[in-house]
């Protein structure tokens, strides 16, 4: 996503420095957009990925796992993928 934020910032330069306002405009609008998108879903990942590895008793998680235990990302099914 952040590779979109930087094509259409390229593309508002671009759009500015031919002249086209209105385009470079709108090519601005839809980066600033994208971008807070991309920040939001970051910090929601983060704060997943943080509330994930934490003990149900409040402690952290130590490295071990037990039967009665999954694994840190095992709790996560959404992060897993990811790495």
Request: hydrophobic share 45%; aromatic share 8%.
């Amino acid at each position: 996503m952040l590779g979109w934020v930087i094509t259409f910032f390229v593309l508002a330069v671009a759009a500015a420095v031919l002249g086209f306002g209105g385009l470079s405009a709108t090519f601005s609008g839809i980066a600033q957009i994208l971008f807070v998108v991309f920040i939001a879903l970051i910090d929601s990942s983060l704060k997943d990925r943080r509330n994930c590895r934490r003990d149900p008793a409040g402690g952290r998680r130590s490295g071990h796992s037990s039967p009665d235990r999954p694994r840190d990302r095992a709790c996560c099914p959404r992060i897993t993928g990811i790495a």
